[in-house]
C-alpha cells in the first residue's frame, strides 16, 4: 500500500518502470483517479504515453450515480492515448440508466468513449461471508481460511462465488485483458459477450 500524494511512494510505483521486465499495476481508491491522473501529467507520464514511450490501460471502476459517470468525460480527457475500459460494477440491482436512453447513451456512446466491462452483482450474504472471513475469493472458493487452513465455508454460498468469479474472468477474457497488458502489440478485436461455464474457468474441490 502506497499514498499517491508521497513523492516517495510515487518513486517506488514508478521509478523502475522503465528497466522492469513486468507491467506495473496500481489500484486507486475511490476519489483518487483523477488526482493520480494529475500527478502522472505532472511528472510528464502522459507526455510520454503520447510518444509511444509507454502504455497505459486504465479501467475506471463506475458506480450507478451521475456523479461518477460525469467523471468518464474527464477521465479521457487526460488519457485519450490510453485504452480506456468503462467497467460497470453492479454492486446492486442499478441499470446504469438504462431505462432513460438519453441519459445512457450520452455516457456509454461506444464510438466516444472506451469499451465496456460488466461485474455482476454477487449475492450479498455470499459477499458478506467472503468479508467477515477476510480472505480472497479464490480461498472462499476452495474452502480456505486466511492462513491456508481447512475452513467450513457454506457449499452453496461457495458455489455463488465460484459462479460470479467466473463470470468476471469471462468479462476479462472476452477484452483480452491479458494480451493487452503483456504484448506491444495490438490486440485482436474485442469479441462479444459469449455465454459463461463457469467449471471452465475456476477449479475447487468439493
Known amino acids: 500500500m502506497v499514498d499517491i500524494t508521497s513523492v516517495f511512494d510515487q518513486m517506488r510505483i514508478l521509478d523502475t518502470i522503465r528497466s522492469a521486465s513486468k ?6 481508491r475511490a476519489g483518487y483517479l483523477s488526482l493520480t491522473l494529475q500527478f502522472l501529467q505532472n511528472i510528464g507520464f502522459l507526455e510520454a504515453l503520447k510518444r509511444a514511450e509507454v502504455r497505459l490501460v486504465l479501467l475506471h ?3 450507478s450515480s451521475i456523479s461518477s459517470l460525469g ?3 474527464l477521465i479521457r480527457s487526460y488519457v485519450p492515448e490510453a485504452r480506456y475500459y468503462l467497467v460497470k460494477n453492479f454492486i446492486n440491482e442499478a441499470t446504469f440508466f438504462k431505462w432513460n436512453p438519453g441519459v445512457y447513451e450520452s455516457f456509454f456512446q461506444k464510438d ?4 465496456e466491462i460488466s461485474i455482476p452483482k454477487l449475492n450479498e450474504i455470499a459477499y458478506e461471508r467472503v468479508e467477515s472471513a477476510a480472505v480472497s475469493f479464490l480461498s472462499f472458493i476452495a474452502n480456505k481460511g486466511a492462513n491456508q487452513e481447512a475452513a467450513s465455508n457454506s457449499f452453496v454460498l461457495r458455489g455463488y462465488v465460484r459462479h460470479w468469479l467466473g463470470s468476471v474472468w469471462s ?7 491479458c494480451d493487452i497488458v503483456e504484448s506491444k502489440s495490438e490486440p485482436e478485436a474485442v469479441v462479444k459477450q459469449t455465454s459463461f461455464q463457469g467449471e471452465r474457468l475456476i477449479y475447487s474441490p468439493m
Not at 507491467?23 to 486507486?28: A, E, N, P, W
Request: hydrophobic share 40%.
Open 71 to 73: 467523471e468518464i468525460e
Open 171 to 177: 468479462e476479462y477474457d472476452r477484452i483480452r485483458l
Open 61 to 63: 471502476v463506475l458506480s
Open 112 to 115: 466516444q468513449h472506451g469499451i
Open 23 to 28: 507491467s506495473t499495476l496500481i489500484d486507486v
